[in-house]
């Protein structure tokens, strides 16, 4: 998967539908992410933002429609190829998602443990990437240790430590109390050299529409 250049278009979806037993939660969604630019998928609880991105990241298929990202048609893959596309891309999840069992350290290691990556080298990356994100001193600890923040810390060094070309964050602005952890949020994502993209829920008392459909 090659780097975008500035101005590329990076994420791409053209009329996209999922279904479920329910019905469609997104039908006929179409929308360009270009490397550089912001956009904000704002919708409420349940509208299909985590959907968005788990379709963007190759995680979900979708029921139609085309979605390419960086360049690449994702909707067109096989279930190898999009193994593969999976395993370049960094996804930090709503909820975390870290293994319980095991410790910060195996948790930001699993990949590069994965990939066979030398053990002096994963112990540099781990460390750098854990300091990054001011989270070296649990580097022993295990997810329950750790407040909802202090795991997305973690989760954030995790989907960063082998520098995929893209990294999506799902809710970014969630489980990070006060404005000072917000501003450590937003410099941790305009410092990632690499293009990265985030969805997030408008707060409580700005939801005014009950529509359970999402909007660009
Ligand atoms: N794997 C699934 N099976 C059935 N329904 C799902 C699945 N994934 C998501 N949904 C439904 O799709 C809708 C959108 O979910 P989601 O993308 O998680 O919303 P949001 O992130 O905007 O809160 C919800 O109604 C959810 O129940
Ligand atoms: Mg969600």
């Given at each position: 998967m090659k780097d975008p250049r500035p101005g590329e278009p990076l994420i791409v979806f053209k009329d996209v539908r999922v279904g479920f037993d329910e019905g469609n939660v997104l039908?006929?969604?179409?929308?360009?992410?270009?490397?550089?630019?912001?956009?904000?998928?704002?919708?409420?609880?349940?509208?299909?933002?985590?959907?968005?991105?788990?379709?963007?990241?190759?995680?979900?298929?979708?029921?139609?429609?085309?979605i390419m990202v960086t360049g690449q048609e994702i909707t067109g893959m096989t279930e190898n190829e999009l193994l593969d596309f999976r395993r370049r891309i960094g996804f930090v999840f709503q909820e975390s998602a870290l293994f319980d069992s095991l410790t910060v350290e195996e948790n930001v290691a699993f990949r590069l443990r994965e990939e066979n990556v030398a053990e002096e080298e994963i112990d540099k990356r781990v460390r750098e990437t854990l300091r990054f994100v001011e989270m070296e001193e649990a580097i022993e600890k295990y997810p329950a240790e750790l407040s909802g923040g202090m795991r997305r810390r973690v989760s954030m060094a995790r989907a960063l430590v082998d520098r995929p070309p893209i990294v999506f964050y799902d809710s970014p602005l969630r489980s990070f109390r006060g404005a000072c952890a917000a501003g450590f949020r937003w410099r941790a994502l305009s410092s990632i050299d690499r293009p990265s993209c985030s969805m997030t829920r408008p707060p409580r008392a700005s939801i005014r529409s009950r529509r359970k459909r999402s909007s660009l």
């Open positions: 039908d006929g969604i179409s929308f360009q992410v270009s490397s550089g630019e912001t956009k904000v998928l704002l919708g409420e609880s349940g509208s299909g933002k985590t959907l968005i991105m788990k379709l963007a990241a190759g995680l979900m298929r979708a029921d139609s429609g085309q």
